[in-house]
């Protein structure tokens, strides 16, 4: 099976076929059960978020003690990862630029 390109824009987890003026920060080749399994991740990115969100209102919870938050954490690692496998050479480049992969 071939593979499409894709736009993603990480802040809005938009994954786009079409081409949008501001959905491209990063271009991904992929097949269906590629961009699936990236769609899984950006979804639980965002169940973590409404966790934290709720989390956030409790005041004796410290950040750093927050399990929500650190699901966020390694969420973003491991989209970034895939777009970084699945990213034409300009992704990959700004992706390493940004650091965010090493550990």
Known sequence: ????PYYINIGTREISINHDANNDDFIIYATPEEV???RE???EIAHADVRSFYR???PFMPYHQ???NDDTDADMHKAFQQIYDLGD???KKHIEE???LKS
């Open 89 to 91: 050479e300009m992704t």
């Open 56 to 58: 956030a209102h409790i």
């Open 66 to 68: 927050d399990q929500d």
């Open 1 to 4: 099976m071939g593979r499409d």
């Open 36 to 38: 699936t399994a990236l």
């Open 41 to 43: 991740v950006f979804d």
């Open 98 to 100: 940004m650091g965010v």
